[in-house]
């Protein structure tokens, strides 16, 4: 089968300031070593789907940067993974949603002229096998595949959702934040949640996104407008993602999937990476999350002398790392982040290069890229104090941007 895939990664993330203050959301980091993208990349690539398009538009040059050092397949087999940014090539404007994006690159289709086409979201974080999606796909005959992921009644007005007949599988409805949704047929307190991941049969999709651009009530989004326009002609399936089985995956972390669009969000997925059984595995070797990073040397921890003792307990640190006599816990160490003598960090995101002074105390915060914390700082002690200074969470969690000057 002639396959592409297309990941869109094209928004802005507002509500991930500061951290999208100077890169588009798929490029924050992540995890330490990762960056958001490379989750969906690394699915695709895992699923031998390796023709991929990545839509770029806002605040592009991390992104394409990482996608260019990082995603290198091999050209003489025709694979490759190319950041592709708005082109406006039908006129002097960006794209004005999801399905304008694909709009103005059907170019990129024609080219390869696939019999389907993969069109992935790029900032979750999850482990999906998406060759188990196009499966039941093509068995079906569907013009479009929807992944699902199965979420309480309570929660539906937070999101998209599928609606389906008796049987479960034809989408009937999809609807976004109702307030009065249905549950599911075989599970009455449960509804379909929909995960902006989708599989189309190529013309089908051509012909939708053709038909969309010239509506001018249209606001051009899969989820608002394409999906629910392919729904009437009842050629629309949905695909369960509880029975997408990933190889490696334990019965703690199957299934699991976040969307990290807010700062909570993102710092509660961060959370569920650093317990001993974690809810999500970095460690499964089976289904491996790619990426790249500079030649740093492997992590340090010295001093052991009375109380000035290098310790990290329930975190994950990355390369690069020098632990001189402070204390991690619970915490997320990036590359090159150093805690000098008698700090402590606890449960926080440090990215890298972040320096935490002597007796500095960060708790509960995430901090980007390059900031020092001085001598004797405390972060996430007096929120209102902090909330002069910095973004603070409705959670409690508080955030310093990128290259951002902190004092005591």
Known sequence: MRVLAIVLAGGEGKRL?????DRAKPAV?????????????????????????????????????????????????????????AQQRLGPHWFSGSADAL?????????????HVIVFGADHIYRMDPRQMMEQHVDSGADVTVAAIRQPLSLADQFGVIETDPAGRRITAFREKPKDAVGLPDAPDQIYASMGNYVFRTQAMIDALREDALDPTSKHDLGGNIIPMMVKSGSAEVYDFADNVVPGSTERDRGYWRDVGT??????????????????????DRWPIYTGHDPLPPAKFVHNAGDRIGRAVDSLVSPGVIVSGGLAERSILSPGVVL??????????????????????????IIDKNVVIP??????FDLEHDRSRFAV?????????KNEIVDR
């Not at 699915?43 to 040059?61: D, E, F, P, R």
């Not at 700062?263 to 499964?284: K, R, T």
Request: charged share 15%; no cysteine; hydrophobic share 40%.
């Open 29 to 85: 980091p992540f995890g330490g070593i990762y960056r958001l993208i490379d989750f969906v990349l690394s699915n695709l690539a895992n699923g031998h789907y390796l023709k991929i398009v990545v839509l770029t538009q806002y605040k592009n040059h991390s992104l394409d940067r990482h996608i260019s050092r990082t995603w290198r397949l091999s050209a003489m087999l025709g694979n490759y993974v190319t950041p592709v940014p």
């Open 393 to 401: 969470t409705r959670g409690g969690i508080v955030v310093i941007g």
């Open 340 to 365: 000098h003598s008698h700090s402590v960090v606890e449960d926080s995101v440090l990215m890298g290069n972040v320096k935490v002074g002597r007796g500095a105390i960060v708790r509960k915060a």
């Open 103 to 115: 709009f103005q690159n059907l170019n990129l289709i024609y080219d390869e002229m696939p019999e």
């Open 17 to 21: 300031m500061p951290l999208t203050a």
């Open 263 to 284: 700062l909570d969000a993102y710092y509660e997925a961060h959370m569920d990476l650093i317990s001993a059984h974690p809810v999500f595995n970095l460690y499964n």
């Open 375 to 380: 001598d004797g700082a405390r972060i996430g």
